[in-house]
């Protein structure tokens, strides 16, 4: 009898340390090997949580910054002049339509977003690109949506990706070769959302030998498919680079090692027109300001102050 009651304690024990065991087994040794989570898997409740008082300062203040830059576009084999605009504000985002909150609302998340856009003229004409990101400030999964549209006199193109089960990418375009696509994806870094990573956690940017899904934009212009390319990464003393062998492309990103770590400028090499040609955006002014309300004639002043 007491063998038995031995035996059915030592088996209740085991039972209950069981649970226990399993994490043990399949905890990892490095967040880099912590795998990203689905949009519809994040955890509403710990989105700000985490977050440094500092962070919460800066960007739950109600207003955006945007930040302008000079710009020099490689394009058609010759260098243009223009100006960027990096405008990033958080945000409330519904993780299942995939769109900014209308109001408030459990199911919302909070994201940090990314506006980047471009201008400038390719002789007679001018260029005009915008690209958009929606990334969680938890830091813990890909950008929910990424999208991309650049419009010049010849016509205009439209890339979207959604984070879901797996990405899925949509392109509108005036070419015929590229026309209309719907298509999926596996899941891997997105270079567009680096951009808003960096701000959040510069130090948890991915290093190494990796597979990344190269800018929209670059992948518009030079029309390439819409896939992740072998690259290389590195960051040192504020600068962040990312090499492409197989593209010869090579993006390097310099920002304040302090927070908030805004971005200083940028440059972008790649065979153009069978040139190697590098792109610059160097730093003019910024603003902390809730441009979606200063939209009347009298606000025409920040433009100048902005340098654009």
Not at 177 to 198: A, P, R, V, Y
Request: glycine share 2%; net charge neutral; hydrophobic share 30%.
């Amino acid at each position: 009898m007491k063998s038995n009651y031995i035996k059915i304690k030592t088996t209740v024990l085991f039972l209950a340390a069981l649970p226990i065991i399993l994490s043990s087994c399949n905890q990892k040794t490095s967040s880099e090997n912590q795998p990203k989570k689905e949009a519809s898997q994040i955890d509403k409740s710990s989105q700000k949580k985490d977050l440094s008082e500092a962070f919460k300062a800066y960007w739950y203040r109600g207003k955006a910054e945007v930040t302008s830059y000079k710009l020099e576009q490689a394009r058609y084999g010759e260098m243009r002049d223009g100006h960027a605009v990096l405008v990033y504000v958080t945000e409330d985002f519904l993780p299942k339509e995939q769109v900014k909150a209308d109001y408030r609302n459990p199911e919302n998340i909070s994201v940090l977003k990314l506006n980047s856009i471009k201008k400038f003229t390719t002789g007679i004409y001018p260029y005009s690109i915008m690209q958009s990101t929606f990334y969680p400030v938890n830091n813990e999964e890909h950008a929910i949506k990424v999208s991309a549209s650049i419009q010049e006199w010849c016509g205009q193109t439209y890339m979207q990706l959604n984070n879901r089960t797996d990405f899925e990418a949509t392109i509108h375009s005036y070419f015929q070769s590229e026309g209309d696509q719907n298509f999926h994806l596996q899941k891997t870094i997105l270079e567009n959302e680096l951009w808003t990573q960096l701000r959040i956690d510069p130090k948890s940017l991915p290093v190494g030998e990796l597979e990344i899904i190269p800018s929209f934009e670059y992948l518009r212009l030079k029309h390439e498919k819409l896939q992740a390319f072998k690259a290389n990464a590195s960051l040192h003393q504020g600068v962040y680079r990312i090499s492409y062998p197989d593209l010869q492309r090579e993006l390097e990103i310099h920002f304040s090692p302090d927070f908030p770590y805004d971005i200083l400028s940028w440059e972008e090499t790649y065979p153009d027109n069978d040139k190697m040609l590098t792109t610059k955006a160097t730093k003019l002014k910024m603003l902390k300001t809730a441009y979606w309300h200063e939209n009347s004639n009298s606000y025409e002043r920040l433009r100048d102050t902005l340098g654009i």
